[in-house]
């Protein structure tokens, strides 16, 4: 055979053809099958919605636990006299249920230095709308305070020492805050006065005995914390 | 998928069926095989198309390239030798379509069977060259030589099949 016939037999095998029935339908197969891929997408998104209906009542609870979530969350950043800040005191009270009982004085002390701090952010930011129920609310912190003021630790002392300096603060941006003060001196007052008392039944030393009459100027001049210090520091 | 582009491929469709068929045909074992792997080009060739339109400058050759590609992966999966006897032909393929009842059907059978034995290149531009009549240009620029190389391995490639037919007794004149 010559290579003019191969290439002449070769030529003849263009004859070589698929089944047209074959052509026809793979061509339809491939455009429907592209089709269904492009239908697919939006089904599974009508699926997704008809999820959401079938489930309305599931999807509605865990809509309204998560808007609670949030809420609450987002009244953390709440200031007195805001719409959402009685949520914060109800998580504050929350709190406080598992406070134990020795803790309790410290957990309060924190609540009034938590008002002062709101009461001064109110007071730098000329706030007026809600300088009033920050001033109540730290009235009303600090008297829960005085209520649970009892013994004197460095935690203490050192609440103690933050809230005087936060009232000072408060007071040269022009704030008098009244009757939270005055109930928290007469409980720190008091307390100063019964560990005088205390101190004053022991045997002290004579070093001991002039820092007493240190603790007893500083209780005279209403300065607390450092008499509180000063206790601590003759106790131990 | 905008109608445009069902159009272009139905086009597209229309022009290379064919050719993308015969070219697996001549490859393979069986018309069902090759209708499998000419249909799998095209639905490949679609996919592609869709994700980056810009990649394909030349939809015939790509198209070959697909093919080509398909069959390969075809033996390799299958761990089949690409040596195809008579006799395998005869077994697969018992039923030619009615488009080969046109041309002598020992023909396509004796074709079919000694280009199994010869290189995959050597199959390749016999089909390319002498079966679609493509120009050497475009050969040049399916195999990504020149024209010159092509010429000499479309040389080489007829030698060997002419060799394979004739140590097998030839075709019936």
Not at chain 1, 28 to 52: G, T, W
Not at chain 1, 165 to 174: F, Q
Not at chain 2, 149 to 169: D, M, T, Y
């Amino acid at each position: 055979m010559t290579e003019k016939d191969l290439i002449k037999k070769l030529q003849g095998m263009k004859e070589v053809k698929p089944s047209k029935d074959w052509v026809v339908l793979t061509k339809q197969r491939i455009l429907e099958e592209q089709q269904e891929v492009k239908y697919s997408r939006f089904n599974e998104y009508i699926a997704v919605f008809k999820a959401v209906l079938y489930h309305k009542y599931a999807f509605a609870s865990l809509v309204a636990v998560a808007v609670v979530i949030g809420t609450f969350g987002f009244s953390l950043n709440s200031m007195p006299g805001d719409k959402l800040f009685t949520l914060k005191k109800i998580t504050e009270n929350s709190r406080a249920v598992f406070v134990s009982e020795e803790n309790q004085v410290r957990y309060d002390l924190n609540l009034v230095n938590k008002r002062l701090d709101d009461l001064t952010a109110i007071a730098e930011s000329n706030s007026v709308r809600n300088l009033a129920s920050a001033i109540e609310e730290t009235q009303s912190s600090a008297a829960k305070a005085a209520d649970s003021l009892r013994e004197v630790d460095e935690d203490i002392v050192a609440q103690v020492r933050e809230i005087e300096e936060k009232t000072d603060k408060i007071k040269a941006l022009g704030v008098e805050i009244g009757d939270s003060e005055k109930e928290l001196n007469t409980a720190l007052s008091k307390l100063v006065e019964n560990q005088i008392q205390s101190l004053e039944e022991k045997s002290l030393t004579e070093e001991q005995e002039d820092k007493l009459e240190e603790i007893k100027a500083d209780y005279e001049a209403e300065n607390y914390s450092s008499a509180l210090e000063k206790i601590l520091l003759l106790s131990q | 998928m905008s109608d445009n582009f069902r159009e272009n491929f139905s086009q597209l469709y229309d022009k290379y069926i064919d050719k993308i068929y015969r070219f697996v045909y001549f490859k393979v074992s069986s018309q069902e095989i090759a209708e499998d792997l000419t249909s799998e080009a095209f639905i490949r060739y679609w996919d592609s198309v869709k994700k980056d339109p810009s990649r394909i400058d030349n939809a015939q050759a790509f198209l070959y390239q697909i093919a080509r590609n398909l069959v390969t992966d075809h033996y390799r999966d299958k761990g089949r030798s690409q040596t195809v006897s008579t006799d395998d032909i005869y077994m697969a393929d018992p039923r030619p379509s009615i488009e080969e009842k046109a041309c002598d059907i020992s023909d396509v059978e004796m074709i079919k069977a000694n280009m199994a034995n010869i290189k995959d290149d050597y199959k390749d531009v016999i089909i390319w060259r002498y079966v679609e009549e493509l120009p050497m240009s475009e050969i040049a620029e399916l195999t990504g030589k020149s024209e010159g190389a092509v010429r000499v391995l479309i040389h080489r490639a007829l030698k060997s099949l002419r060799n394979e037919i004739e140590n097998k007794g030839g075709f019936e004149v």
